[in-house]
């Protein structure tokens, strides 16, 4: 058992008080393993299976499991998912794309003749095979230290005996999103209404699914009796998932893409996620100095702003499965291409309408772990919308993905709806370094991913701060759609504000740490001296968790 003491002790003297603190919190310093997510529990019970020998790899999946339990809505075993692991010893890098791909039967021709013109949010046509006990799985197989039993234990233990809900997770629980489904309503609703805070939330269903898992590996997923349930519950709802869409899915080990930022090197999962946009991001800004004046100065703001329209554009246009379109990631992280870019920048004036370039040839949850061999695990989960399709698997306690509904069905789009193609992704994991410094980190919230990932590594390289500064500093974010509208934390000084609505941005002003910005997570590996540093965001309600002693 963990056993947390606080030790407070007040000495009334100037050395008392940090003069440059700009962060609400410390940072956890440590040599053994840290496990960083949006929920304490989740963060305790990846640390504990560290404290049984576990690999990064192991604390990961456990963590990640209880999320599945404690964030219903945010993620769970009927998403998908992507991570990046570094290996301490070797220094390779892997990563691994477990985004599952639309059924068979889903078609163009199915849509038209239901009288659909755009992929539904909702509801059984926007799901998709889920990925994430796939990407356990052959995570587990290369990197898993423990017994795959071993990781579960946690999870079951909370779906079983239930768990408080806490304060921003009781925020996201959403009616709306499950009202529509008997089943839904029945597991995530309990007396017919949304959890309060501190009510103790029980899921005996996904208790039984998740023992299933435990002891008939991710065959009971794809070909068992989860399977089963799954496709029974398509059939319910007229759906077109086939057993073979389960059985035959596996996910996919790709090569990081990368740039070059300031001397560090920052990678991200090539398409059909869209990390590649907070790279180009990054190539566009790398044209011009950090501002004198600090992060959230007017000439940081502006630039940053304008570069990600820039970079969105080009998401919006050349995003894809790549194994079915040609997408243009080297033409798109090139130098010349960013200098391109970057050269439409007006300094004194915002750009309502930008358009994309072209480059030469050619609700989420995200933890991050490293254990005290210095393995890092940055690992990206999600059902998309809160609470996925809606639909919850009979019997099994967990609801589908929604993921087919960033496909879209226009003919000519790259990112257009075909049998076994894997839509456009949101959810990015991301990783950096620089000589002996060695970074896992990620930020959730949809569409504001590649920002919020630019963003941060601006924080830490440009303006010094450390992970836990750098993940706390205001963000901003921009409609992935194009236009002027802009969210901003109100911890940007109004004067900054007001001279850059002058320049023509439209400000929408949200709460000092507002979970729109996303949540992110962050671990750091200094391999020269074997210590290790965890962040966690303030705009969730998790912790960076330092592996306990062993008895």
Request: aromatic share 8%.
């Amino acid at each position: 058992m963990l056993i947390r003491l606080t030790i407070v002790v007040l000495v009334l003297t100037s050395a008392a008080y940090p003069q440059d603190r700009s962060h609400a919190r410390s940072m956890v310093i440590t040599r053994e393993g840290i496990v960083a997510t949006s929920h304490v529990q989740a963060s305790v019970a990846g640390a504990q299976i560290l404290a049984k020998g576990g690999s990064a790899v192991d604390a990961a999946i456990a963590a990640n499991a209880v999320l599945g339990v404690t964030e219903p809505m945010m993620n769970g075993m009927g998403g998908d998912l992507f991570a990046i692991y570094w290996d301490a010893k070797t220094g390779k890098l892997y990563g691994l794309n477990s985004s599952g791909w639309a059924p068979q039967g889903l078609t163009l021709e199915r849509l038209k003749q239901k009288g659909v013109t755009q992929m539904p949010t909702f509801g059984i046509d926007a799901v998709t095979v889920p990925g994430a006990v796939a990407g356990w799985n052959a995570l587990h197989n290369r990197f898993g230290k423990l017994p795959w039993n071993e990781l579960f234990k946690p999870s079951i233990h909370y779906a079983d005996r239930g768990y408080p809900v806490p304060e921003l997770i009781h925020g996201f629980w959403e009616q709306e999103g499950i009202s529509q489904d008997p089943e839904s309503r029945r597991v995530y609703l309990p007396d017919g209404k949304v959890p309060e805070v501190g009510q103790i939330f029980r899921n005996p269903d996904l208790a039984k699914t998740l023992r299933l898992l435990a002891t008939g590996g991710a065959a009971a997923f794809y070909k068992g009796d989860i399977a089963q349930a799954i496709l029974a519950t398509s059939r319910e709802f007229g759906g077109t998932m086939a057993a073979d869409d389960l059985a035959q899915f596996t996910p996919e080990w790709v090569d990081p893409v990368s740039t070059t930022y300031r001397g560090w090197t920052i990678y991200e999962l090539p398409p059909n996620g869209q990390g590649m946009a907070a790279l180009e991001m990054l190539n566009i800004m790398e044209t011009a100095p950090g501002s004198p004046e600090g992060s959230s100065s007017v000439a940081a703001l502006h630039y940053k702003i304008e570069a990600m329209k820039l970079a969105y554009a080009d998401l919006r246009r050349y995003n894809a499965d790549p194994r079915f379109a040609k997408v243009p990631v080297q033409g798109l992280l090139s130098r010349q291409y960013a200098q391109e870019r970057a050269r439409l920048i007006d300094p004194n004036k915002a750009s309502c309408e930008t358009g994309a370039g072209k480059p030469p040839a050619s609700e989420t949850t995200y933890l991050s772990v490293v254990d005290r061999e210095g393995n890092i695990v940055s690992l990206i989960q999600s059902n998309y919308e809160a609470f996925g399709s809606g639909i919850t698997v009979r019997g099994m306690g967990f609801v589908l993905q929604d993921r087919g509904a960033l496909f879209s069905l226009d003919p000519a789009s790259p990112n257009v709806l075909a049998p076994r193609k894997r839509p456009f992704h949101t959810i990015i994991p991301a990783f950096m370094e620089k000589g002996d410094q060695h970074i896992g980190f990620g930020i959730m919230g949809g569409a504001n991913q590649p920002l919020a990932h630019a963003q941060f590594v601006s924080n830490f390289v440009d303006y010094g701060m450390n992970i836990q500064a750098a993940l706390e500093n205001p963000r901003f974010t921009v409609s992935p759609n194009g236009g002027c509208n802009i969210v901003i934390e109100s911890r940007v000084k109004p004067e900054v504000r007001e001279k850059l609505s002058s320049m023509g941005h439209i400000f929408r002003v949200d709460r000092e740490y507002s979970t729109s910005m996303g949540r992110g997570q962050a671990v750091l590996h200094d391999s020269r001296t074997g210590v290790n540093y965890g962040a966690s965001d303030p705009r969730a309600d998790g912790s960076a968790e330092p592996e306990p002693p062993t008895q």
